[in-house]
Every structure is written in structure tokens, then in C-alpha cells.
């Protein structure tokens, strides 16, 4: 499962601010943090920055936005009536700067309807048998109990090695997806 959220690169926090369902106003608070609520209950000791709506697509969740502050930028550029917030965008508001990037947790879920027959690329067993998860790069795999001691008979047949399509290690981990450019701001703003 993944989840669309802003990540703060100046300064650097290392939390995503991840947006919840549902229309969300976006503010930047007097502690200069960004801050999402509801659109009925923003809050009080902020300036509101946009009015934000999350929408899920093919290609993971997409944040929609209306700007509502003068500073705003996306990739540099004052943003249109109604801007997209797509992973990989760069969002400023004066010197700040924040990453809108997915969160990917491995969160056991029962096989998509359209997949249940699908077979797992470990076992070999349809993907309904057990609830599954979807690597970084796409791919579904069996998990059953991430937490199972190694004798418990389960199908954890995403844990068994590394992942057959992208290499990847199997880890619990969440992942940021994709990773906020942090190296690429020290050299921009350090020793060329
Ligand atoms: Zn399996
Ligand atoms: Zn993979």
C-alpha cells in the first residue's frame, strides 16, 4: 500500500506528512511546519497555503491542489488554479522546500479480485491462497503473517528472498518511493 505525503527537505525532518482521505486544506503553521486537516476545521494558528484532494489512479495515489498563497511553487513555478502534486514534485513556499513523494508499507492485504488467480512467483500458488503484498516495483507476492515465527506453517513467500523483478531485499520497512533527492540538495546548496 502506498501513500502520497510531503516530505520536508529544508529543513530536513525525515517525517512524511501523509495526506489522509478526503478534502484536506493545507497550512503552514507559526512553528513553520506544513500541517493538513480536514477543509471543515483548518487549523487556528496557521496561514493556509492550498486546498488539497487526494485521488487514487493506476499509478498509485495523486494529490490534486488549488493554491490559495502567494509564495507557492511547484518545481519552481507558481502554480495554476488547479496543479497536480505528483511524486517527484518540489513544493516551496519561500526558502522551504518539501518533496511530495508515496510511502510504501508492506501491509498484508487480501489478493486484488482481478489478480486472485494470478500465481505467487515464490510458491506457485494462486495469489487468493493468502493475503498479499505488492513489492515497490509492482509485483505481488504472498504474506500472510509478517510477524509468524519460521516454524508456523504460513505463506510468507515474500520474505523468502530477494524480489525475482526488481532485486529488491525483502524488508518491512516503509520505503520512500521516490527517495527525497537529499543528496542531490547537499551538493546543490554545498561545493559544486
Ligand atoms: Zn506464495
Ligand atoms: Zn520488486
Not at 3 to 12: I, M, N
Not at 14 to 23: A, I
Not at 69 to 75: P, S, V
Not at 129 to 158: I, M, W
Request: aromatic letters at 6%; hydrophobic letters at 35%.
Amino acid at each position: 500500500m502506498k501513500v502520497l505525503g510531503l516530505y520536508s527537505l529544508a529543513p530536513a525532518n525525515g517525517k512524511l506528512l501523509s495526506f489522509p482521505p478526503g478534502p484536506q486544506v493545507l497550512s503552514i503553521l507559526s512553528s513553520a511546519e506544513l500541517n493538513l486537516a480536514p477543509s471543515e476545521q483548518p487549523p487556528t494558528n496557521g496561514t493556509t497555503v492550498a486546498d488539497v484532494k487526494l485521488r487514487d489512479s493506476n499509478n498509485g495515489p495523486l494529490g490534486y491542489l488549488i493554491p490559495r498563497q502567494g509564495e507557492l511553487r511547484l518545481d519552481g513555478v507558481a502554480p495554476l488554479t488547479l496543479a497536480m502534486l505528483h511524486p517527484g514534485t518540489l513544493l516551496s513556499i519561500g526558502a522551504r522546500r518539501w518533496f511530495v513523494t508515496t510511502q510504501w508499507q508492506p501491509e498484508p492485504s487480501p489478493a486484488p479480485a482481478e489478480l486472485a488467480e494470478r500465481k505467487c512467483p515464490v510458491c506457485g500458488g494462486e495469489l487468493k491462497l493468502a493475503p498479499v503484498v505488492q513489492c515497490t516495483c509492482g509485483r505481488y507476492y504472498h504474506l500472510e503473517k509478517p510477524d509468524a515465527a519460521a516454524s508456523e506453517p504460513v505463506l510468507n513467500c515474500f520474505l523468502a528472498g530477494a524480489c525475482g523483478l526488481c532485486n529488491r531485499p525483502p524488508s518491512l520497512e516503509p520505503v520512500l518511493t521516490p527517495e527525497p533527492p537529499e543528496k542531490l540538495m547537499d551538493v546543490v546548496s554545498g561545493e559544486w
